[in-house]
């Protein structure tokens, strides 16, 4: 997981219509008795007010089409969806609020469900920056302070230890084990080169190794987070980084 920066202007039609919206789905609670016996029919056409395309569209490109909690992307987890941080079942005064909005994958959202996050704080991405609160733990995502219970309450919520995510970092961490690997042998070449010429082809063979795992911690990437983490604590990594400054 890590911080995603939502433009703070919500989209025009939000500016139009929240007020508008938020009254008929207050007004709705009332004339039924409650947000659960509102007809799925009225809720649905309710709905459609947030899942317009300015909207999706805005809120979708602050994760670069990512999930906000798990950074998948909708191939491997189904749609992104517009997401309310304090449900709108518990807070209809915030389900048309753009502050309460992120894009989350179908996964993470039937995971989250009703979660009342008001009463039991999970961490929110587009506040937080997830990078100072989660390490990892092998395949796990784990609290950087043990006793950090919104942390965990995370973890748990949104269910990101799950086999979907063990899955998907496992490969990531074969593709940067293979060229942390790649590139520690570049190393070893560069420095037993007997010819300027062969030093030269080999500082941008590892130029090349090195590209590609910045190219994984960009923010538009999936899991992101995971690769930062792996390489800020790679030695290979930092010495190819420090190896490539010097020859600049
Ligand atoms: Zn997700």
Not at 45 to 58: F, G, L, N
Not at 177 to 200: F, L, M, N, P, V
Request: with cysteine.
């Amino acid at each position: 997981m890590i911080h995603i920066s939502k433009d703070k202007t919500p989209p025009q039609i939000l500016l139009d219509n929240a007020d508008k919206w938020t009254d008929e789905l207050k007004n709705n609670i009332c004339k039924y008795g409650g947000y659960a016996k509102i007809p799925i029919e009225i809720k649905n056409a309710m709905w459609t007010h947030y899942r317009h395309e300015s909207i999706k569209d805005k809120l979708f490109a602050s994760s670069f089409n990512k999930c906000a909690f798990c950074e998948s992307k909708p191939a491997e987890s189904g749609n992104i969806e517009v997401e309310h941080f304090k449900p709108k079942s518990l807070y209809p005064d915030l389900a048309f609020k753009w502050d309460n909005f992120l894009p989350v994958c179908r996964k993470c959202n039937d995971s989250k469900r009703d979660h009342d996050t008001g009463n039991e704080p999970i961490v929110n991405p587009s506040v937080d920056n997830p990078e100072e609160i989660f390490t990892y733990y092998f395949l796990n995502i784990v609290p950087i302070k043990e006793s950090d219970t919104v942390a965990e309450k995370t973890i748990e919520v949104c269910d990101l230890n799950s086999e979907r995510l063990y899955d998907a970092r496992s490969k990531l961490l074969h593709s940067l084990c293979s060229y942390e690997h790649q590139a520690k042998e570049w190393i070893k070449e560069i420095d037993t080169s007997d010819t300027q010429r062969k030093r030269i082809n080999r500082i941008n063979r590892l130029r090349d190794s090195v590209e590609i795992l910045d190219k994984l911690m960009d923010a538009e990437q999936t899991y992101a987070g995971f690769c930062r983490y792996f390489l800020n604590n790679s030695k290979v990594y930092k010495r190819a980084k420090q190896l490539l400054e010097e020859e600049s």
